[in-house]
């Protein structure tokens, strides 16, 4: 079963009831550092409102971490005009497939993957939060090394700098601490430094298109990567668009649960969510299409920027280098935290964020000067992006099945290391929930196209990656068909929680 269904009364007054009953959850008061991890958001802190959701999904994407994706449609061979509009198309599907896990943690005050739980059992939604800890050290390790590439090659062009090891250590090394501060501060300084970065970057950003307009001929075009427009087009609609709202299947309710449903409607944040999506995706990478074509960057986005830079806009660029990838992997790695917090229950947000963010700087220190593993971290994003939307299409039907109705005390069984409760399924575990993720990510991973990996089930969609769209759909109608009796149970009385000790570290 997947929620439990009562008059708006009664759920109200469990609301308020189970939110009491989270034992030694943190409270905010005056600290400057963020103290809550993934317990429930007690109602008087969730003060932010819908346009807060606006500004940190557009302030933390104008990085060049994301910018780099506007820079696919051209080397595959699209002109500008044909790779904005894949873009285009592929970034506002995304965004109907995605924006409304947003209210899921609208309804539950806490992160998504802890939510998850609803769906896939206390103890299944560590599938949730594996997949998102992962895809976000990915992205990670890819803003970094992006952002690191331009601040060492503007350095290099306006002083003369050496780009060679020792610029990259002391990038780096400056780039994971200013990261790793946003995020050990977490959600209220992440959220003021992203409404500074949304305008801030927003015009480093407008002014990069006078800087490039002279150069800008939006009729050329290279060779199809797929040999003929429609199937590169496409390729471009799901490499370039549809991934990018894809990334942030386990992300938005970070945000979100910082928002009152009591003061603002689902339909606002979702309005909001939808808005900052848009924005904070769209504006980025069209600008990476846009420099791309007008630096005619070939395999080499970066370089190409660099060097086709005019002299007065390369202080622009180191400026975005290093504050627009610290705000765009400052959220990223404070979305890490949660997720090894929801994993390792004995730990606080603050331990699990120190991990994660060492763990981080040493990829991206390893990936740089021993592996040479930016292809190998980019195939790893897109196998997890496979096998995580299917996790996100059953957290969307398990949503519309409660109506928003969770039990926020059920939810919270794991992290207090205790047992039992309304989703406690099969020993914490949804068995139709966990099947159907599992045949759903397994089609994903033979659909998929990565520079390293080529799924069995290419030919068959003409070389186009549309694990994305095959994963959810295997995984939609086979959760659907195995939980088919469970319509009708939301009644259910939930078993007790059991009790156990509460120890002090939560």
Known sequence: MDGRRRTPASANESTRNTTLQQPHAPSAGHSLIEQHGVDTI????RTSSPRDVVSILVGSNLAFGVVVFGWLPVSFGLSFWAGAGSVVLGTVLGIVLTAPLALVS???????????????????RLIGSVVGLLLSLGYTALALWVGGDV??????????????????VVTYSVLAALSATAAVFGYRLLLKLEKLLMWAMGGLLLAGLFAFAPHFDGS??????????WPTWLLSVVAAGLSGPIAFITLLGDYTRYVSPARHSGRKVLRSTCLGLFLGLLIPQLFGTFTAVATGAGQNYVHSL?????????????????????????????????????????????????????TAAVLVFLGHFVWSAQDAVTSFVLVLTAIGTPWAVITLIGHRRCRGDYDRASLQV??????????????GWNVPATVAWAAGGAVGLCAVDTPVYQGPLLPLTGGIDVSFLLSGAVAALLYLALSRRARGRAGATAPAVAEAPVLSDR
């Open 306 to 358: 660099i060097t086709g830079a005019p002299a007065w806009f390369l202080l622009p660029l180191l400026i975005n280098g290093l504050l627009g990838s610290a705000g765009n992997t400052g959220l990223m790695l404070y979305s890490m935290g949660l997720d090894l917090d929801a994993i390792l229950p004995r730990a606080t947000r603050l331990q699990a964020t120190y991990v994660v963010a060492a």
């Open 106 to 124: 609208l309804r539950t005050a806490t992160n998504l993957s802890t939510s998850s739980g609803a769906h896939f059992g206390v103890r299944g």
């Open 414 to 427: 794991l992290n207090r290391r205790t047992r039992g409760g309304i989703y406690w399924y099969r020993a």
């Open 220 to 229: 050329a075009h290279g060779a199809y990567l797929l040999g003929g427009f």
């Open 42 to 45: 007690p109602e008087a802190e």
């Open 151 to 168: 601040v060492v090659g503007a350095l290099n062009r306006m002083l003369g700098l050496p780009a060679d090891g020792p610029a990259y």
